[in-house]
C-alpha cells in the first residue's frame, strides 16, 4: 500500500491539475505546474498504465491486437500517453533473453503465436530491443511516455511484503538499482516523447527531462 501512495500522487497531480493539452516539446515546469517551454502553457497527462515489468516482460495484449492500433484505440479513449512501467532486471539481467523465449519458458507458447501473427517484429528480439521499439511506436503516434521503473524482478507487484522494491529487500541491490537507471536513463535520453523518469515508485522522486 505504502509503495502505491507516491504514484497516486502522481496521478492525482496527473489527473487533475492541468488545464489544457499541448504535444509540444519539451516541457518544463513552472511553479507547480507542468508547462510547454514554448508557449508556456500547461501540458495535461492522461497517462494509460501499460506493464513491461511483469514476468514476460512485454506488455499485455500485443499478441491480440497491432501495436500501432493499440496505441491509436488508447488515443481515441483519450489518453496521451503511457506510463511505461519496467523491471531493474530485465536490463541488468535478462536484456539479452528473447521475448519469444521468455514466452515459451513461461509456457505461455500460444501468446508467442499471437503474437508472430499480430506484431512479428517483437517474437524474436530482445526485451531490450522490445523496449525501445516500444518506446519509439508510442513517440511515433505522439504519445508522451512515463518510464516507470516499478520493480527490480519481473513480475505482478505490490504487495507490502513482495521484496521487490526498497533498499533491504531480497529483489533489491542498490548497486544493481543504480545501474539499471543508468542503462535505461542512456536508452531514453534524447528521445522527446519520454518526459519522466520515474526512478523508483518506493522513492517518490522523479525528474524531468
Ligand atoms: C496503475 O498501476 C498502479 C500500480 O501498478 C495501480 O496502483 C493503479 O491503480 C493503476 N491504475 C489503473 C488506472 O489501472
Ligand atoms: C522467430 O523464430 C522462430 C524460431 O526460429 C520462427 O519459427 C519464427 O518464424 C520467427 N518469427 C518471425 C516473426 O520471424
Request: glycine letters at 8%; charged letters at 20%.
Amino acid at each position: 500500500m505504502g509503495k502505491s501512495k507516491p504514484l497516486c500522487l502522481f496521478s492525482l497531480l496527473a489527473f487533475s491539475l492541468f488545464a489544457s493539452l499541448s504535444h509540444s516539446l519539451p516541457l518544463s515546469t513552472n511553479k507547480r505546474w507542468i508547462v510547454d517551454d514554448e508557449s508556456g502553457e500547461r501540458v495535461k497527462l492522461h497517462c494509460i498504465n501499460w506493464s513491461t515489468h511483469l514476468n514476460a516482460m512485454l506488455p499485455e495484449g500485443l499478441d491480440k491486437i497491432p501495436l500501432n492500433v493499440f496505441i491509436a484505440q488508447m488515443k481515441e479513449h483519450g489518453f496521451n500517453c503511457v506510463r511505461y512501467t519496467w523491471a531493474t532486471h530485465m536490463f541488468t539481467r535478462y536484456g539479452d533473453h528473447k521475448v519469444g523465449e521468455t514466452l515459451d519458458s513461461l509456457m505461455i507458447h500460444r501468446v508467442r503465436l499471437g503474437l508472430r501473427k499480430h506484431n512479428p517484429y517483437y517474437e524474436n528480439i530482445t526485451h531490450i530491443e522490445a523496449f525501445d521499439a516500444m518506446i519509439d511506436q508510442f513517440g511515433k503516434q505522439g504519445m508522451m511516455v512515463v518510464a516507470d521503473n516499478h520493480v527490480g524482478e519481473p513480475r505482478w507487484c505490490c504487495g507490502e511484503k513482495d521484496g521487490n522494491a526498497f533498499f533491504g529487500d531480497r529483489h533489491f541491490n542498490p548497486q544493481e538499482w543504480l545501474q539499471g537507471l543508468s542503462i535505461v536513463a542512456k536508452r531514453v535520453k534524447g528521445k522527446p516523447q519520454v518526459h519522466i523518469y520515474i526512478y523508483f515508485i518506493s522513492l517518490k522522486s522523479f525528474s524531468f527531462h
